[in-house]
């Protein structure tokens, strides 16, 4: 929707010149017209931070009234805070919110956003759209420094009523420096403590921007778009790996600070006993029950 916003996240990936998807041709609802006019039934108005944009609430209206089935608003949260502007969105028809959230307090979260306060104005954001009982999804990104905390997210989120909790890993696009990037075999063991007390918070953990073998051996999802696939760099140990068709591999930065010795093949089928990963794409493929060689 645009490039502006009140956060200033150390890894925000919106750089100048990076294109906009959907256009920033004409006002918020003319593109979403247009976009109905073309057959879309879902759309996910984005940003920077679209709650920055006083049409958006129309916009939504408007959407529905077209006969758009979702309306996903992306957003840091922080005009949810005003408990009569979050009511009125959700009146309006959006579907389900993404609300992003980089630490479980205070000193991490504005650390990661670089605004004082953001995570205190976030938090009360998401109190107010759970107590209307719309559909909320949490969305983290895992950096090197807020990486030892996602068991804290997964208890926090659990705490104020969230049942979705997306961990994306932090890539180096935009304004993000490589060096922010967590290291895979310490996300390997958070992520594992984390998955534990999310089936403990019945709180549905997935992951994005990882490749399979930095999952621990529990029940996550994992989320793999054609973007990631595009821009994934493998090593040496990939050949052969069950994972490498539907496998994002790691960031090309990444590789070149770090290497690629971290990365373990998936190369036989998992025990029964075993809870198999879920791979969003393979699912029905042979990586349905997979395990680490
Ligand atoms: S909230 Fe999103 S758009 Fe805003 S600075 Fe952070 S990453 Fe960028
Ligand atoms: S070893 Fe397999 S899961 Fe790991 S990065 Fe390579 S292809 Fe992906």
């Known amino acids: 929707m645009r490039r502006d916003c009140n956060n200033r996240c150390r890894f925000c990936p919106l750089a100048p010149g990076v294109a ?9 609802g003319e593109r979403v017209a247009a976009a109905r006019a073309q057959g879309a039934s879902r759309l996910v108005l984005a940003g920077g931070e679209p709650t920055l944009a006083d049409e958006l609430i129309g916009a939504v209206a408007r959407a529905r009234a077209l006969g758009v089935t979702d309306v996903v608003v992306q957003t840091n949260g922080r005009r949810l805070a005003y408990r009569g502007y979050a009511a009125s969105l959700v009146a ?27 995570f ?10 759970v107590s209307t009982g719309a559909s ?53 063991d958070y992520l594992g403590v984390a998955a534990r007390e999310a089936q403990r918070q019945a709180v549905s953990l997935a992951v994005s921007h990882l490749p399979p073998c930095a999952l621990p051996e529990s029940s996550l999802s994992v989320l793999v778009s054609d973007a990631d696939l595009a821009l994934g760099t493998y090593g040496p140990s990939c050949v052969g790996c069950l994972a490498r068709s ?11 600070l770090y290497g690629t010795a971290e990365l373990r093949p998936l190369m036989r089928p998992r025990s029964s006993d075993t809870p198999a990963i879920d791979l969003e794409r393979c699912a029905s493929g042979p990586l349905a029950a997979c395990a680490r060689g």
């Open 120 to 129: 205190r104005q976030t938090l009360a954001g998401l109190e107010h759209v």
């Open 20 to 28: 906009l998807a959907g256009g920033d041709e004409g006002t918020l």
């Open 136 to 188: 909320v999804l949490v969305t983290m990104t895992v950096t090197r420094s807020n990486v030892h905390l996602l068991r804290s997210m997964v208890v926090l989120v659990g705490s104020i009523g969230v049942r979705l909790l997306r961990m994306s890993s932090c890539v180096p696009l935009g304004r993000a420096p490589p060096s922010l990037m967590p290291r895979l075999a310490l996300a390997r």
């Open 246 to 256: 539907c496998c994002c591999g790691v960031a090309a930065a990444y590789a070149e």
């Open 92 to 118: 309006a028809g959006v579907t389900a919110l993404e609300v992003s959230l980089h630490g479980p307090n205070k000193a991490v979260h504005d650390y990661h956003t670089r605004v004082p306060n953001s």
